[in-house]
């Protein structure tokens, strides 16, 4: 069965601050693995996705294999990143994502 | 971008009446459509996927007779709450997947369900 842990329900740091959110996987196949964000009052979106190893708002994410580890990163923290994240898996043969329980990260001014 | 629509935003029923949740994808046909319900404070639990044309897929402790889906067309889903109890109140997100391979979901802003 597959599984994603986000271990911290709330994080808080300052501004300017460097930010990582903890994403943690069980999966037996190959995994896709995506980040959703949800800001107050909006819909839930995507971030970005290990596939593309892009950098969206700053934000980046590195696959470890050897971990089951997809921690999102950011070097320096605004307070306009203040949102709830979510990492997601998603089971090609299963056809469905998994969620983590989310972190709602504060960035502090 | 994608732009999935869901509709209502916010409904508030009486105990055991029914209720009917729209999902749309606006500019993309959607094959497979997602239904979650949000509990406060905690993740996004799949309960069943939408398959255009044919039965939904209802994933284990989700009753199908409960929670009915139809998919009717290529961007219109629906889940309808049949005789709505308290503990039905959740927060409810439907999404879809853009067609392509790797191409990732987009969700509708979600629907809150108060049963009083």
């Known amino acids: 069965a597959q599984r994603v842990t986000q271990p911290e329900k709330l994080l808080s740091v300052f501004k300017g601050a460097p930010v990582e959110l903890k994403c943690n996987y069980s999966?037996?196949?190959?995994?896709?693995l995506f980040w959703y964000v949800q800001y107050s009052r909006q819909r839930l979106q995507l971030l970005l996705r290990h596939i593309s190893r892009e950098s969206i708002k700053g934000f980046t994410a590195d696959l470890n294999k050897g971990e089951t580890s997809f921690h999102l990163k950011k070097p320096f923290a605004q307070e306009e990143d203040s949102a709830m994240y979510y990492c997601a898996l998603f089971s090609g043969s299963a056809r469905q994502l998994t969620f983590g329980s989310g972190t709602q990260l504060t960035v502090l001014p | 971008g994608a732009v999935v629509s869901q509709h209502p935003s916010r409904v508030i029923c009486k105990s055991g009446t029914s209720v009917k949740i729209e999902c749309r994808s606006l500019d993309f046909q959607a094959t497979t459509m997602f239904w979650y319900r949000q509990f406060p404070k905690q993740s996004l639990m799949l309960m069943a996927t939408?398959?255009?044309?044919?039965?939904?897929?209802?994933e284990q402790g989700v009753e199908k007779d409960k929670f009915l889906i139809n998919h009717a067309s290529l961007t219109l889903s629906t889940l309808t709450v049949t005789s709505a109890h308290p503990e039905d109140s959740s927060f409810y997100i439907c999404?879809?997947?853009?067609?392509?391979?790797?191409?990732?979901?987009?969700f509708g802003n979600g629907t809150r369900l108060t049963v009083t």
């Open positions: 999404s879809a997947r853009t067609p392509g391979r790797n191409s990732p979901l987009h």
């Open positions: 999966y037996s196949g190959s995994p896709e």
């Open positions: 939408s398959n255009e044309g044919s039965k939904a897929t209802y």
